[in-house]
């Protein structure tokens, strides 16, 4: 089975005509052209949004099934392909569905669909998958590119045949084992930095989620000690807009999580579970007048210290696709409280750790990830 992408937009393709949006200028400006998604399978039957495929002549011997979001088309040799049905569609085939071949999938959309179709088996090692109804929603191509890479995925473009395995012309992206895999992502509060590892890891069958403190229902407390209400909705929001399919652990046992999980791990984050740790450990200042690190008790700081040597080395050996956050603490001012400043040096040297053994380290900024010299 074949698919020539004839369009891979959106509805009214990519530039859009008469859109003045940055990504429709970008787009133009770069000779990037995408025609309203439209495909044809097998030469045979056209696929164009909200319109059941038909063949040319009706007899094509292709089988096509309406599920909800989408088409699920067998060819006459039994090979498969998922189609979105429109921009903005995500195909839910039913269980018992065999595998496919083929996904076309819009993964603007939501790309946590691939992930999902991967945890149901539906989509596989020898499925080809490639983005369709690609359009404004999405800043560049080059940011396209990138994200479909992470996603094993092709960013589909106009005039590519996308093939079953086995066929001379086949488009895949990126073996899957091939990627980073210790992924060091920085940035200030509110930058966007976890909802890139989230991304990062949408295409993900099996994630892990390690919420590393502080959490919902303890610990944390409002300015007059009552329970911080506040914080707790914001992490009830989050814990809502993760894939429901993944799992989450509280826990401030990374290194256990690093040595134990071999599929996608996401912990979120390593100034929290620092922060902690120093509470568990009893190592913050009692007395901020009189406190210095040498004058503390050896305990409190060698317990902090183990702490963080072991999770190097959990880090270091872990064979997890893992995505660590961690919040950039330098660029303010110097802290007005001892606290502060101990805390902003003990997370300042641990990132500087991570980051020397990381495959990939990245500064997010205003949601702009950019990657570090390793
Ligand atoms: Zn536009």
Redesign the pocket.
């Known amino acids: 089975m074949d698919a020539l992408l004839i369009g891979t937009g959106g509805e009214s393709g990519w530039?859009?005509d008469g859109?003045?949006?940055a990504?429709?200028m970008r787009a133009a400006a770069t000779g990037i052209h995408r025609a309203p998604g439209r495909v044809v399978v097998d030469g045979q039957l056209t696929l164009t949004p909200g319109a059941k495929p038909r063949s040319s002549d009706g007899g094509s011997g292709h089988r096509v099934l309406d599920v909800p979001g989408g088409w699920d088309i067998t060819g006459p040799d039994g090979s498969r392909l998922l189609a979105a049905a429109g921009p903005g569609a995500v195909p839910e085939p039913p269980d018992g569905t065999a595998p496919f071949d083929i996904a076309l999938l819009d993964l603007l959309a939501s790309p946590a669909q691939l992930g999902l179709l991967r945890a149901r088996g539906l989509v596989t090692g020898q499925t080809r998958v490639a983005a369709l109804y690609t359009d404004?929603r999405i800043s560049s191509a080059q940011e396209m590119a990138r994200r479909c890479a992470l996603w094993a995925s092709a960013a589909g473009q106009d005039g590519q045949v996308i093939a079953t395995a086995g066929e001379a012309t086949s488009a895949s992206g990126p073996a899957r084992s091939s990627r980073p895999h210790r992924t060091l992502l920085l940035g200030g509060a509110r930058s966007g930095k976890s909802k890139e590892a989230e991304l990062r890891l949408s295409g993900e069958p099996s994630v892990t989620y390690v919420a590393a403190g502080p959490w919902a229902d303890d610990q944390w407390e409002g300015t007059g000690g009552e329970p911080d209400a506040e914080w707790a909705d914001r992490v009830a929001a989050h814990r809502a807009a993760r894939p429901a399919w993944w799992r989450t652990e509280e826990s401030l046992d990374l290194a256990g999580a690093l040595r134990r999980e071999t599929g996608a791990l996401l912990i979120d984050g390593i100034g929290t579970w620092l922060a902690a740790v120093m509470d568990q450990a009893g190592a913050w200042p009692d007395d901020a007048a009189n406190w210095a690190p040498e004058a503390a008790t050896a305990d409190p700081q060698h317990l902090v210290s183990a702490r963080i040597d072991e999770l190097i080395e959990a880090w270091r050996q872990t064979r997890a696709l893992v995505v660590a956050v961690t919040d950039e603490v330098g660029s303010g001012l110097v802290p007005a409280y001892p606290a502060g400043r101990i805390f902003r040096d003990q997370l300042g040297w641990l990132n500087q750790r991570l980051a020397a053994e990381s495959d990939v380290n990245m500064l997010v900024v205003a949601g702009r990830p950019m990657i570090l010299p390793t």
């Open positions: 530039p859009q859109c003045t949006c990504s429709c404004h």
